[in-house]
T-cell receptor, first 115, second 115 residues
């Protein structure tokens, strides 16, 4: 079964500090893509960052970076210099080309940013 | 506005009602999806349309009936729903990308309450 586990239902971080959200997944496939999505109170899911499983280099998008450990099937998201606008639900997901267009999502982590 | 528009934003319906959710995108995407988001659960894929053809139906009860008249519009027709169907229903679109690396563009969802 394809599963994604986000073991931290809630996290908080002080403004300007760094926080790491954890994600593990389970697949027997070797070719897949990993994603982090953000869902603010507006409810619209926004793509934060994407990682190709065949790439060893960790993806980075401005203040967002990932720590991808393929052997451990771990894909954590680091948010540096946290801002109030980062407060949201964060979902980890992956997509396997061989299964077509389906994404597999985790249950989400609710991030609070403390001023 | 993000490119994927869902209406209505909120919907309260009785168990004997019939209603429809609408999703519209003008991003040039050719795949559209319905997801159900319930608290503390992973997003559940309900239906997938590629080039207006339904390609997946993940064991969704027949009280949910999708319709995709063209590649820009997607509907979810609802009838005789149950209270457990109350959830946030998200529409998403993407290019029908067989490589798996493409992300989705999501709408802001319809918050459905069945009474």
């Amino acid at each position: 079964a394809q599963t994604v586990t986000q073991s931290q239902p809630e996290m908080s971080v002080q403004e300007a500090e760094t926080v790491t959200l954890s994600c593990t997944y389970d697949t027997s496939e070797s070719d897949y893509y990993l994603f982090w999505y953000k869902q603010p109170p507006s409810r619209q899911m926004i793509l934060v960052i994407r990682q190709e499983a065949y790439k060893q280099q960790n993806a980075t998008e401005n203040r967002f970076s990932v720590n991808f450990q393929k052997a451990a099937k771990s894909f954590s998201l680091k948010i540096s210099d946290s801002q109030l606008g980062d407060a949201a639900m964060y979902f980890c997901a992956y997509r396997i080309p061989s299964t077509g267009n389906q994404f597999y999502f985790g249950t989400g982590t609710s991030l609070t940013v403390i001023p | 506005e993000t490119g994927v528009t869902q209406t209505p934003r909120h919907l309260v319906m009785g168990m004997t009602n019939k209603k429809s959710l609408k999703c519209e995108q003008h991003l040039g995407h050719n795949a559209m999806y319905w997801y159900k988001q319930s608290a503390k659960k992973p997003l559940e894929l309900m239906f997938v349309y590629n080039f207006k053809e339904q390609t997946e139906n993940n064991s969704v009860p027949s009280r949910f009936s999708p319709e995709c008249p063209n590649s820009s519009h997607l509907f979810l027709h609802l009838h005789t729903l149950q209270p457990e169907d109350s959830a946030l229903y998200l529409c998403a679109s993407s290019l029908a990308d067989q490589t798996g690396k493409g992300g989705y563009t999501f709408g802001s969802g319809t918050r459905l309450t069945v009474v």
